[in-house]
């Protein structure tokens, strides 16, 4: 896996690796996505009640997302670069406007609605928000100095607050930790982190304070799921039923009683990985975890390997942003993290979530074959 | 690690990316043999204690919706109540092939087409395994028929359910309102695990108004079934709390009256007790039956009712904008008694006809003969017109606006229904908001006879009137006088009081004159005041719906039934002992006096006799 990196420059091995690569596609990261996407189309089939359109749905969607990540990849790094200040301006006024015009049409307001299509510019912030801050970090020197993270802190607050505010948790939680992650590969000290540390859990009570009831409902739902079983705990405690019940082999393709008889809500969303661990079991959960863990090991690698320090903080935070998905999404599924709304990422049936995925992975392909050759 | 740093050094960056990136790569497989830890509990020491739940005894969470509180009215009668009825209820996930199910069903039942699309469009939006209705209300006729072929018929079923019913149909439609099927945009509004398993949900009128009371708290049990999702026994139950019962101020008896007593007129009657604020009457004719509605009205019977002339669907109690005509005279009176521009033994001459300075327009009097000299007594009496036209311009039309704004005239009553309109009373100030033009000395004329710009709606001059009967206390209308709450019988809270603190001796004036509106030989409502022994205070009113041009007569033979002016009365009763006060409006009735002033009469004489009775009685 890490050995075509430098040999692809030169060697032309066949015709299709020779397409790929003029396409800038990372081959080993391709054929990972490609068999997640795979899982996701085997396991919506089931979760939808064999519904043909969904898959058709799903299936136009990713095509839409390729497409748009084969388009990223041909861009040079260094335009990402050079647009990051105006790509996060774009999206913090939009999140703006949304703000607005949800207060004028009352109630939670998230997309933008461009007539053919609609939009919602938090997804935008999950990778422009990195891009900013990558910028601005690494204009200056490494590691970072207490002005500098000053900054890029408020950078990070802004649009994590404007969408917080929508409310919309589960997306501010990952466009915070994209930004927070790109301080960290930066070089943030250790005395630092463990205050800030510190510093929030003493501060648990006061961001208590300013959540909605809902999310309120969710946290204490979480702690005890039982006292509401016909509202917030509902999802929970079927989640746990379908997953526990799937044992070791699963209950097999299209075995799975609690999606099949509904008693597990958003089945084909947000709780997809519960119907996926029913009838797949705790193998089946492996090698899907296996499979997430080898496409971050990947991106990581191609982190390290970037030229330069802004397409390293960009590549570094997106790729762990991928596992923030995956470890929000399945642990709020099997019961040990809140319930927020973030999708299980390449699997949960829905676009907004695969554009912007295989949008970060396009950007990371464009940093593993975008480079000058320098011998070394 | 050095301190600071004055340029870049790519190999020291680099090292730093590195070495992060290798403790996020731990920190990631850690937390990922987290989720690992967490699922070998889950799926295999925790195994066989979630298949024996999932596999072949599923724990169902199965929603008991609670009972709705029932609706009576202030004898204890009910005008709301909850009735089993059996439906025909469809599982599709049961049923192999739908369409040829639902046409077999059709050709059995004889169910109309339009039943079977508002089933498919139900269908995609209930849950999956959800037993949705298809058929409700069934006749007896149509439960044999089904019972006799249902083995052939997997995943469709007779269910019991209850469904709200109104007794009194097309008199109540107006005040209680009625329930629907709950729609997608009331899905988003309602709590989840209160609405699971209830179907309906009030749409408008008290049904609509008091819809946290009356639905209750949902509760739940937590059934044990089979496989085949048959039941095998109940660990559980949380009961539901039914909804509250609410006692209505409303008197079903004088409501049937009111609704009869406007015959073949459209329009509306507003009573109410004038101590509490109750609503005894509130009656909009036409109307029309409630009770389709709650089973899902056919497009084509909705259809008939929206587009009818009559507009039986709309409530002209509460949202009926008229010109209030001359039954604004009386407050116009005590206006000008309050803000010292006239006094009751002031005269003016009435030739017939009224002139602003330097302006040749004639405001004409109903009379066109002229009333000769009246006072104030005598101008409310006979409704002199040219009296009320030279008292608004001495009055101002903001000082009418000030006074007329106290008695509720221009705002909403604050009733406990949704969607009241508030009329309007005209300012210089409204008129430059809202048309953007200045006030005209002339729009102060005529706001001196209720026509113009002026819009009240009956309930407001039922308030009104009900205030004025009060001696200047402010009346707060409301339909719900006491609701149950954990079974024990409350009043709803009374609004704080407030007084206008008007003139005792203004009001007597007013009220004398009033007095004589029905009592005196000359009076235009005289033809009630026949066979009582008690003094009504009242008075008529003719709102124009068409000018007459400067030179022509009006006269009523001659127009078009819907051009006619509409009758209105006001009135209240016993007139030194209020007790009731009333406005009704006959639309296109032509005279307040002959056509509205006997409808109230006819309420007032049945409820003064009631509660004549029960003092009676209660000796």
């Known amino acids: 896996m890490k050995t075509e990196t430098r040999s692809e420059q030169f060697v032309p091995h066949s015709l299709l690796g020779n397409l790929l690569r003029k396409l800038h596609i990372d081959i080993p990261l391709l054929i990972c996505l490609l068999l997640v996407l795979s899982l996701s189309f085997l396991i919506l089939y089931s979760a939808s009640g064999q519904d043909i359109d969904i898959l ?144 929030i859990a003493s501060l648990t009570p006061i961001i208590w304070h300013f959540m909605r009831d809902y999310q309120r409902a969710r946290v204490l739902t979480f702690l005890d799921p039982e006292a509401d079983p016909l509202g917030r705990g509902y999802h929970i405690i079927q989640s746990k039923i379908a997953i526990g019940s799937g044992g070791i082999y699963g209950k097999g393709w299209q075995g799975s009683t609690q999606a099949q008889l509904d008693f597990l809500p958003e089945s084909s969303t947000d709780f997809i990985f519960a119907v996926f661990a029913e009838e797949f079991g705790l193998s ?42 995956v470890f929000v999404n399945i642990g709020m599924v099997i019961g040990i993290l809140p319930v927020v709304g973030v999708p299980l990422p390449l699997i949960s049936y829905g676009g907004t979530s695969m554009v912007t995925l295989l949008a970060g992975f396009g950007i990371l392909m464009s940093i593993h074959t975008h480079k000058k050759f320098l011998p070394t | 690690m050095p301190r600071t740093y004055t340029i870049k050094n790519p190999a020291e960056e680099n090292r730093i990316f590195t070495g992060r990136a290798i403790v996020a790569m731990i920190f990631i497989l850690l937390l990922s043999i987290g989720l690992i830890v967490r699922l070998v509990y889950l799926q295999i020491v925790g195994h066989e204690h979630y298949a024996t739940l999932a596999k072949n005894n599923h724990i169902k969470i199965s929603p008991l919706p609670p009972t709705r509180g029932i609706i009576f009215d202030r004898k204890g009668r009910v005008l709301a109540d909850n009735v089993p009825t059996y439906s025909l209820e469809l599982i599709p996930e049961q049923i192999k092939d739908l369409d040829d199910t639902l046409a077999r069903l059709q050709e059995l039942l004889d169910i109309p087409e339009d039943k079977i699309e508002q089933y498919q469009k139900l269908r995609k939006r209930e849950k999956r395994f959800t037993s949705t209705p298809l058929l409700l209300r069934m006749s007896e006729e149509e439960i044999a028929k089904f019972a006799a072929v249902r083995p052939y018929f997997p995943g469709v079923d007779i269910h019991a359910r209850l469904v709200r019913h109104y007794p009194y149909d097309i008199l109540t ?65 949380v009961d539901p709390t039914a909804g509250s019962n609410l006692h209505l101020t409303l008197d079903i008896d004088l409501q049937k009256i009111a609704y009869d007593a406007l015959d073949i007129y459209n329009g509306a009657v507003v009573a109410i007790e004038i101590k509490t604020g109750g609503v005894l009457v509130f009656t909009s004719r036409p109307s029309f039956d409630p009770n389709p509605f709650v089973y899902g009205i056919d497009s084509k019977s909705y259809k008939e009712l929206q587009t009818s002339d009559a507009q039986p669907m709309f409530n002209r109690a509460l949202r009926g904008q008229y010109p209030p005509g001359s039954t604004i005279k009386p407050f116009m009176a005590l206006a000008g008694l309050e803000y010292q521009v006239t006094h009751p033994g002031q005269k003016t001459y009435c030739p017939g006809y009224f002139q602003l300075p330097n302006v040749k327009h004639k405001y004409r009097d109903w009379k066109r003969g002229g009333h000769g000299t009246v006072d ?222 006997p409808i109230a009469g006819k309420i007032i004489r049945q409820y003064l006799q009631e509660s004549s009775d029960e003092d009676r009685n209660a000796q």
């Open chain 2, 173 to 237: 439609s107006h005040v209680i309102g009625y329930v629907g099927r709950i729609n997608e945009n009331e899905l988003k509004r309602l709590s989840v695990s209160e609405y699971r398993g209830t179907h309906h949900v009030g749409k408008v009128g008290i049904e609509l108004a008091y819809e946290t009371e009356l639905h209750g708290k949902a509760g739940y049990a937590e059934i044990e079934t089979n496989a085949q999702s048959r039941a095998i026994s109940t660990l559980k139950t």
């Open chain 1, 284 to 325: 089946g959960c492996l090698v899907l975890i296996a499979l997430y863990i080898v496409i971050i090991s990947r991106c990581l690698y191609i982190s390290i390997q970037a030229q330069d320090s802004y397409s390293r903080l960009l590549a570094g935070s997106l790729s762990f942003t991928f596992f923030v998905y």
């Open chain 2, 376 to 597: 104030l007594n005598l101008a409310i009496v006979q409704s002199c017109d040219v009296y009320f036209y030279s008292l608004a311009l001495s009055l101002g039309i903001d000082n009418i606006h000030r006074f007329f704004t106290k008695f509720g005239f221009g705002e909403k009553s604050g009733i406990d229904l949704v969607g009241e309109l508030s009329g309007l009373q005209p300012s210089k100030q409204w008129k430059r908001k809202a048309r953007n033009q200045s006030w005209y000395p002339g729009e102060t004329v005529i706001t001196g006879i209720g026509q113009g710009y002026t819009q009240v709606t009956p309930l407001q001059l039922a308030r009104a009137t009900a205030t004025l009967a009060n001696r200047g206390k402010v009346v707060h209308p409301h339909l719900v006088g006491s609701f149950t709450d954990n079974g024990i019988l409350k009043p709803v809270e009374a609004k704080p009081e407030t007084s206008l603190a008007l003139n005792p001796r203004n009001i007597d004036a007013v009220v004398s004159a009033m007095i004589n509106v029905v009592h005196s030989a000359r009076g235009t409502a005289r033809a009630i005041s026949r066979g009582i022994d008690y003094q009504i205070a009242g008075k008529t009113g003719t709102a124009q719906v068409f000018t007459v041009k400067q030179e022509k007569r009006y006269n009523e033979n001659e127009i078009a039934f819907k051009l006619r002016d509409h009758a209105l009365f006001m009135a209240f009763a016993p007139a030194h002992d209020p007790q009731i006060a009333v406005a009704v409006i006959a639309e296109n009735g032509g005279h307040g006096g002959s056509v509205a002033a």
């Open chain 1, 56 to 199: 058709i749905r799903q299936a136009t969607r990713m095509l839409i997302a390729f497409v748009l990540m084969i388009v990223l990849a041909h861009i040079n790094p260094y335009q990402f670069k050079r647009y990051s200040t105006i790509l996060y301006g774009i999206g913090v006024t939009l999140l703006v406007a949304v703000l607005i015009m949800g207060q004028i049409g009352k109630g939670a307001q998230r997309w933008l609605d461009l007539g053919f299509f609609r939009f919602q510019p938090s997804e935008m912030l999950k990778i422009t928000a990195p891009m900013m801050i990558a910028w601005y970090l690494s204009e200056n020197t490494l590691p970072p100095k207490w002005r500098q993270m000053g900054i890029a802190g408020l950078l990070i607050l802004i649009p994590t607050l404007l969408i917080a505010k929508q409310p919309d948790l589960g997306t501010s939680i990952l466009v915070f930790s994209s930004g927070a992650m790109v301080i960290f590969f930066a070089g943030l000290s250790w005395r630092f982190i463990i205050s800030i540390g510190a510093i």
